[in-house]
C-alpha cells in the first residue's frame, strides 16, 4: 500500500476512512518526530456534493479557532491537485 507524501511528515500507517477521507498516522520529520494523524480529503469525491464542501469548510474553521482537551488540534492545513490535507496532534485512542 502507498502513502501520501506529505512535505514536511512521514506517514506510517492507515488508521481509518471517513465519508471523503482517509486518516494516516505520522510523525514530523523536524524537530520533536511528534505524532500526528493525517486526514486526507478526497477533494474528487467532495466536489460531488455541495453539502461537503460547506461541512468541510466549516470543519476547517471550526479546528482552526477550537482548543478543547478532548478535541484535536489542527496543526496544519495544506492542499495540492488530489487532496486537502489537515495534520492533527494524534489525541484520539
Ligand atoms: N486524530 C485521530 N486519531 C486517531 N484516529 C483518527 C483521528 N482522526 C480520525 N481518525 C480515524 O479515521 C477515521 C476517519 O476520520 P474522519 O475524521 O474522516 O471520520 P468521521 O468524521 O467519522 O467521518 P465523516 O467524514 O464520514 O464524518 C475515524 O473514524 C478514526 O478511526
Redesign the pocket.
Known amino acids: 500500500m502507498s502513502f501520501p507524501k506529505i512535505e514536511g511528515y512521514v506517514v506510517t500507517e492507515k488508521?481509518?476512512?471517513?465519508?471523503?477521507?482517509?486518516?494516516y498516522?505520522g510523525y514530523t520529520k523536524v524537530g520533536a518526530r511528534t505524532v500526528?494523524?493525517v486526514?486526507c480529503?478526497d477533494k474528487a469525491r467532495v466536489k460531488h456534493s455541495g453539502s461537503a464542501v460547506d461541512?468541510l469548510v466549516t470543519e476547517i474553521r471550526l479546528l482552526k479557532t477550537l482548543t478543547h482537551p478532548h478535541i484535536?488540534q489542527m496543526r496544519e492545513f495544506t492542499w495540492d491537485d488530489k487532496c486537502s490535507i489537515f495534520c492533527?496532534?494524534?489525541?484520539?485512542?
Do not use: D, E, F, I
Open positions: 488508521l481509518g476512512t471517513g465519508s471523503y477521507s482517509t486518516v498516522k500526528v494523524a486526514k480529503v461541512n484535536v492533527n496532534s494524534w489525541l484520539r485512542h
